[in-house]
């Protein structure tokens, strides 16, 4: 759960403004909730303190796949229409020494799943994904999917490391 | 119930059923009205709460014409009805009237203000005198406010609303959208029926209604709600009102004890807490009382 002291901040829905912008504008009205088809969006509980009301994904529970429509219904620019390859929601870590591609058995299901495959995460020479950073946009699918345990792919939404 | 009684009470019921309704027609796949009352309607055509639209215009510091339309339905209804808002569709609104009318019920159990023989209060001394006290502050309570406390509850009341505005420009967020009883109860109807859980927000609600129900009647809409201080400002001379016939009028002042927003249509002290509810137009034996849309001329 998303906490005050949770530095690496909230992974926000496709489209989002900037962190400031966002808290200035989201008047909390759970429009972007009702209208995901997956119920992705969830709204900030009250130990979020100032993101209280206003929307995040948790992409373990349900991520987000990219299909745009919450922008396109958020009526005070908290969201901002934009294409899926330019959500910048977030970048998703690989690590290695969890990943069972990197530690001979083939999975893969990162690579399958991705919405963005071929662009933000491919594999290379070995079959082993590898995220690339400028195109991934932090949905989360990869996350979702990852078998390994603990996973061995996260995502680190943007702006607050 | 007259039929004006019946259509603000559908109208509350009514918004309470549409928050509940479109999760599960959305999760039904069935496209229809999306949002709560900070913001509903469809993807192109909707209506926000014009103290949102302010709250984040003031805090982003940016003007956008296409939200301000948005948030122009409600005013124009304010500027045309009064501040129906709070009579018809705020789900705060009408929890606030239930809980008056359970302190309704408590009265009538006690004997009430009207048969207050202590020989009725109870068998024991103690209970006597427990319910001369509850019946004493019952009585204490139903009268209108007085022209001080009104004074002090309007300040109370467009100072809220003046401090939230500033903080919002001050803090850079809609800061009265994190406390909003309005907001925290539509998305606990939308939260409860996406993900079958209520928030810790809820506590608010509670902490407001027993407030009004031990120590301001309707405390929470008549001095503090900047969401009905708004759409109070709103009104003018051409709006819907509420209007005595003095020659109608017996002087029973029945009005002024059912009024629950302290208002005293019989001395003519009505101001901007009127929500437009009629319940006063209602119990007026003598039928004195009514909404107009423009004044009367006076002789």
Not at chain 1, 20 to 41: D, G
Not at chain 1, 44 to 61: H, N
Not at chain 2, 9 to 31: C, N
Not at chain 2, 83 to 95: E, I, W
Request: proline letters at 6%.
């Amino acid at each position: 759960m998303p906490g005050f002291f949770d530095r690496r901040g909230l992974l926000r829905p496709p489209g989002a403004a900037d962190e400031a912008e966002l808290l200035s504008t989201c008047i909390k009205c759970a429009r972007c909730v009702e209208v995901c088809p997956f119920q992705a969006i969830r709204l900030g509980p009250i130990t979020a303190w100032r993101s209280y009301g206003t929307p995040f994904i948790d992409p373990i529970a349900s991520p987000c796949r990219l299909c745009m429509r919450c922008p396109e219904i958020c009526p005070t620019g908290a969201l901002i229409p934009v294409a899926a390859e330019a959500a910048a929601m977030g970048t998703a870590r690989l690590d290695r020494d969890r990943c069972y591609s990197y530690n001979g058995i083939v999975c893969n299901q990162c690579h399958r799943e991705c919405p963005l495959r071929e662009a933000a995460i491919v594999l290379d020479e070995l079959l082993q994904p590898v995220v690339i950073e400028q195109a991934c946009v932090g949905c989360g699918v990869c996350a979702h999917v990852c078998p390994s345990e603990p996973r061995s792919i996260e995502i680190k939404p943007r702006g607050r490391r | 119930m007259s039929r004006a009684a019946i259509t603000r009470r559908a109208s509350q019921l009514g918004i309470l059923g549409l928050l509940l309704a479109m999760p599960i027609l959305g999760a039904a796949k069935i496209e229809f009205l999306r949002g709560t009352l900070c913001s509903l309607g469809t993807d192109s055509l909707y209506l926000s709460c014009p103290l949102g639209v302010l709250q984040t215009t003031l805090a982003s510091r940016s003007f956008d014409p296409g939200l301000w339309a948005s948030a122009a339905a409600f005013l124009l209804l304010a500027f045309i009805a009064g501040r129906v808002f709070c009579s018809h569709l705020c789900p705060q609104g009408l929890l606030s009237e239930l809980n008056d009318r359970l302190r309704r019920i408590g009265r009538r159990r006690r004997g009430g203000p009207e048969a207050r023989d202590a020989s009725e209060a109870g068998p024991g001394a103690l209970a006597r005198v427990a319910g001369l006290t509850l019946a004493a502050l019952e009585r204490r309570r139903e009268r209108p406010d007085s022209p001080r406390r009104r004074r002090v509850g309007q300040r109370l009341l467009y100072g809220t609303l003046a401090l939230g505005l500033l903080a919002s420009f001050a803090i850079g967020v809609p800061i009265f959208c994190y406390v909003c009883p309005i907001g925290i109860l539509s998305r606990a109807l939308v939260e409860a029926t996406t993900f079958g859980q209520l928030g810790g927000e809820l506590a608010v609600i509670f902490v407001i209604l027993i407030v009004e129900l031990t120590a301001a009647r309707r405390g929470w809409c008549k001095y503090i709600c900047p969401v009905g201080a708004l759409y109070g400002i709103c009104s003018t001379k051409h709006t819907r009102h509420l209007e005595r016939d003095a020659e109608a009028c017996s002087g029973c002042r029945t009005c002024e004890r059912e009024c629950s927003m302290g208002n005293s249509p019989i001395q003519e002290a009505v101001g901007r807490t009127c929500t437009n509810c009629g319940d006063c137009i209602e119990t007026c034996p003598e039928g004195a009382l009514a909404l107009v849309q423009l004044r009367r001329k006076r002789q």
